[in-house]
């Protein structure tokens, strides 16, 4: 009964290291988002994804990209990590019908751009 | 000005007392309406959704009012474990976007 679940729980990076994040969902939900989550600020969309092979960006896009090539997973990548992007992120599922907007969330990852 | 805006408090209430928080949206296309609850360093969860009736759940009374586009939660009888940080929600938009307000801390003291 894993939910969702976010890899890694914490990374440290240097200034212009890459790296990737995955969220995976066992329940067979269509959409899925990316957040980050700064003081002060609330959570803000990065990214989502309404299906399989699909994605968009949100509010805070640059310097991201993302990857949905199978329905259970979305990749958020980082390919030139700044200071800036030193943030708690939050990948959540949805199934995305008007009647169940409930959101699920993974535990997040903290990650740190020195 | 942010699309969901709360009052972010802190809110510090003694056990057993009645708090309300606030929120305003300024997306007149918004949708749906929720309140999620965090506590400290983890995951938002869902406490409830809004409904424009007016809608209870135990201890808990969410109220939204499209004409001012304000959306309001109150606890009653509040307990140590109410402790929290308390995120206003709307959503709008065909992928169902959810807007986070920056959210409400609220402290009940024994």
């Known amino acids: 009964n894993a939910g969702v679940t976010q890899t890694p729980k914490f990374r440290v990076l240097k200034t212009g290291q890459s790296m990737t994040l995955l969220c995976a969902q066992d329940?067979?939900?269509?959409?899925m988002y990316w957040y980050r989550q700064d003081p002060g600020m609330g959570l803000r969309l990065i990214h989502y994804s309404v299906g399989e092979g699909t994605t968009a960006k949100g509010e805070v896009p640059d310097g991201y990209n993302v990857s949905r090539l199978k329905k259970q997973n979305f990749l958020l990548g980082l390919e030139s990590a700044a200071p800036s992007q030193t943030s708690v992120y939050f990948c959540?599922?949805?199934?995305?019908?008007?009647?169940?907007?409930?959101?699920?969330f993974g535990s997040g990852t903290q990650l740190s751009v020195l | 000005r942010k699309e969901v805006e709360q009052d972010p408090g802190p809110f510090n209430v003694p056990e057993g007392a009645t708090v309300a928080f606030n929120c305003t949206y300024s997306?007149?296309?918004?949708?749906?309406f929720f309140w999620y609850r965090q506590d400290c360093r983890k995951e938002p969860k869902l406490l409830m959704s809004?409904?424009?009736s007016g809608n209870e759940d135990g201890r808990f009374t969410a109220q939204l009012n499209r004409a001012s586009q304000y959306i309001s939660l109150l606890i009653r009888d509040s307990k140590l474990s109410d402790s929290a940080t308390y995120l206003c929600v709307a959503s709008s938009g065909s992928a169902r976007q959810l807007t986070f307000g920056s959210g409400t801390q609220l402290t009940v003291l024994p």
């Open positions: 997306n007149s296309a918004s949708q749906s």
């Open positions: 959540a599922s949805s199934r995305g019908d008007a009647t169940n907007e409930k959101l699920f």
């Open positions: 809004v409904y424009s």
């Open positions: 329940m067979n939900h269509e959409y």
